[in-house]
């Protein structure tokens, strides 16, 4: 099969109204270009496909909670879910309901919510958290030139009155125990990585490898942390939309209000895709008919 032929394709047939609209809730976020579209595609054995904007770096945005969530289970092993569940929540990213009658244990470390309390715990770990968490995502890939975008951080730091509330709620419930303002400055930055699709595609290509980066050839968590991490993005990666994702795409994935979505494979690759105009569940909408188009035409998901 002719992938890269394939790539340029599937970006021909996509629907031709984009119905999306770009994140604006983040100042900086509204400033991207709408029509931007790019995709990667990495096997395992490291064969590599391309199409459109795919080296343009952009905001990942929640798509970097899978790189808390690693470091925090590399730490705490399968005691980490006693502060986060591992279920699917059907709301929005940044909702506060269930967590009353949940007693502050958010239903999953894809939410807000959740990846708030594995930061919380992270921060208890790490001796300088932003750092630390650079060399991790460094390590992934071996790529150094990955970094934060301090504007993004700073204008969501400014407009962060949700996650603000997120945390002292959950914090009534004894289940926060870092500042706020640290707490929130260490969300915000998670938040502003920048990437562009080969290099998201490769910093998760481990999670399709049973663990093992095929860029390094390190291990970064065991086979069967790898399944685990790999059904909690099948089932709550995309949020209230997790399970259409699943029944379009057929893939665990993750996705961003930058836009982009990550995608894989287990056992043989992993693809990312980045189109900023999102849907009215906050994920890309371009994103999401692209994969189940690649999903469909490749026959390659996991159903
Ligand atoms: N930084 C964003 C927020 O907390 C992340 C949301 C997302 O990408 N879904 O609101």
Redesign the pocket.
Known sequence: MDVTALLAKLYQQLPAENTGEVATY?PELAKVDPTKFGVHAVTCDQRAYAYGDSEECFSI??IAKMFTLTMAYQREGNQLWERVDVEPSGTP??SLVQLEADKGIPRNPMN?SGALVVCDILLNYLAEPKKDLLAFVHSLTGDETINFNERVAAS?RETSA??RALIEFIRSFGNINNDTERLLDF??TL?SLEMNCRQLAESFLFLANQGISPCTGKRIVSSTMTKRLNAIMQLCGLYDEAGEFAFRVGLPGK????GGIVALHPGDYCVAVWSPPLNPK?NSFYGMAYLEAFTSEVGESIY
């Open positions: 983040i945005q929640s990213f940044n807000n969501e949700r996650n969300y915000c938040c996705s961003g209000v930058g906050g």
